[in-house]
T-cell receptor, first 108, second 115 residues
Framework: AQRVTQPEKLLSVFKGAPVELKCNYS??????LFWYVQYSRQRLQLLLR??SRESIKGFTADLNKGETSFHLKKPFAQEEDSAMYYC??????????FGTGTSLTVIP | GAGVSQSPRYKVAKRGQDVALRCDPI?????LFWYQQALGQGPEFLTY????????KSGLPSDRFFAERPEGSVSTLKIQRTQQEDSAVYLC?????????????FGPGTRLTVL
């Protein structure tokens, strides 16, 4: 089974503080992992993906196969980072699995 | 260039009615996905098209759900004999390539409410 778990539904941090959004997955193979973000009144959009090894808006995510995790991190949170974040996975077949999402609030 | 569009944006149906939800993907995008998003949940995969071929429909919750993309562009998701549990936001997404590591571009969604 392919599943994505985001244990925190809500997360609040102060501006300038580090932030980490947790994502764990269950997959018997080599998955592709993604983070999607939805800002208020906007569409769901790609933030970053493991295959690109990129840093977007100061966010990074490292795939840890031993812990089956793909946590999203940013060293200094900004108010504009407040949004809903979804971890997602694609693997065998053509399905695409999203987690339940974490709502991040950055407190000024 | 316009992004992915969906219509209608809102749909209210009485239980037992049939509904049809439309998705216009970005021109030239090969892949098209439909998702169902219940309140407070993440998007749940319903079905996947590569051009006009429906390669995966494993996420469709029942045989009341049917999707098509006859010419490899516009897609329609049809729900027959709607039930209250069908109330959700239905998202469509398209991507340029065939591989599932390509970025998906999402539409605004259609919010379906079944009374």
């Amino acid at each position: 089974a392919q599943r994505v778990t985001q244990p925190e539904k809500l997360l609040s941090v102060f501006k300038g503080a580090p932030v980490e959004l947790k994502c764990n997955y269950s997959y018997s193979g080599s998955p592709e992992l993604f983070w999607y973000v939805q800002y208020s009144r906007q569409r769901l959009q790609l933030l970053l993906r493991h295959i690109s090894r990129e840093s977007i808006k100061g966010f990074t995510a490292d795939l840890n196969k031993g812990e089956t995790s793909f946590h999203l991190k940013k060293p200094f949170a900004q108010e504009e980072d407040s949004a809903m974040y979804y971890c997602a996975l694609s693997g065998t077949g053509n399905q695409f699995y999203f987690g339940t999402g974490t709502s991040l609030t950055v407190i000024p | 260039g316009a992004g992915v569009s969906q219509s209608p944006r809102y749909k209210v149906a009485k239980r037992g009615q049939d509904v049809a939800l439309r998705c216009d993907p970005i021109s030239g995008h090969v892949s098209l996905f439909w998702y169902q998003q219940a309140l407070g949940q993440g998007p749940e995969f319903l079905t996947y098209f590569q051009n006009e071929a429906q390669l995966d429909k494993s996420g469709l919750p029942s045989d009341r759900f049917f999707a098509e993309r006859p010419e490899g562009s516009v897609s329609t998701l049809k729900i027959q004999r709607t039930q209250q549990e069908d109330s959700a936001v239905y998202l469509c997404a398209s991507s340029f390539g065939q591989a599932l590591y390509n970025e998906q571009f999402f539409g605004p969604g259609t919010r379906l409410t079944v009374l």
